[in-house]
């Protein structure tokens, strides 16, 4: 479960990663490579290439690759196509991603170098799609169309490993008899009176927060039922399923064959100095000149006025 208990990768957006976290973790797949891409907000007028997974879309600057983006799916917004001035294109069609992460909002713009090609548009848009409509497989659900005719509506690549009756649900004082099924992504339980009254819990949701209790008798059942879904848990940990299937015609080539060998720049870095390469990318289009100055109490000096919903607080944290 450790492997799950660091997923990231479509639930952050992150600036200049290391070549360890561009790498594709167990479970991710390269669905589309497209070469000659702009980062038209951040970069524009430097050639990238952008890999498109079944978690996130990496842009990488073939001159500079250690000037990259990631961006997970799970903080996308909104996806548009409209018009942006190139520096390698000039005015051209470009598409818009506008995200939300840790409550910033990042927006970014990227134009296909190379003209004629929609692939962009609809690889982006297709994949982002399958992610979102692929949800169970991730997300812990309550009271869903889980059950139909008492049997659980399987999702596209699961398959049943067990069913296990007598199974109560302890979230209210007298309990609740139901039904576990037990599923190579999950686990389901529904009431036997009401199909309605369910949960289905992700394994990839196993390790998080949340607390269910269940209770099975005999107590030799229980532990059977634990040792058996410990087993399933640790084998989806090792590749697990994330449900967002899309296939190009024209398989990718693999991430080996396409990783730049990374050299090494006659750049002394600071340690601890942080990257503000997110400050290109603030979705804040509407500003034209500063906003006026303002005393902060925090700072103890005077700064130019926060935007609405921003605090001093959430951007500090994005920087750390």
Known sequence: S??????WEDRDVRFDISPQQMK????????????????????NGDRGRLLVTNLRIIWRSLSLPRVNLSV??????????????SKLRGQAEALYILTKCNNTRFEFIFTNVVPGSPRLF??????????????????LKLRSALIQNKQL?????????DKINGVWNLSSDQGNLGTFF???VRIVWHANMNDSFNVSIPYLQI??????????????????????????????????????????????????????????DDVEIEADEHT???VAYFADENKQHDREPVFSEELGLAIEKLKDGFTLQGLWEVMT
């Open 207 to 264: 390790s998080g927060g949340y607390v269910l209790g269940f209770k099975i008798d005999p107590v030799e059942k229980l532990q059977e039922a634990v040792k058996e879904i410990n087993s399933l848990h640790r084998v989806y940990s090792a590749n697990p399923i994330f449900g967002v299937d899309y296939e190009m015609e024209e398989k990718p080539q693999p991430l080996e064959d396409l990783t730049v060998e990374q050299v090494q």
């Open 24 to 43: 594709m973790r167990p479970g991710e797949v390269l669905i589309d490579c497209l070469e000659s891409v702009e980062d038209t907000k951040g970069n």
């Open 2 to 7: 450790a492997v799950l208990d660091v997923l």
């Open 276 to 278: 503000d390469a997110f």
């Open 122 to 139: 609809t690889s982006v848009i297709a994949v982002h799609r399958a992610y979102e409509t692929s949800k169970m497989y991730r997300d």
């Open 153 to 161: 509506r399987l999702l596209p690549q699961e398959q049943i490993y």
């Open 72 to 85: 997970g799916y799970n903080c996308i917004i909104n996806i548009t196509t409209r018009t942006a001035n």
């Open 182 to 184: 037990v599923t190579n």
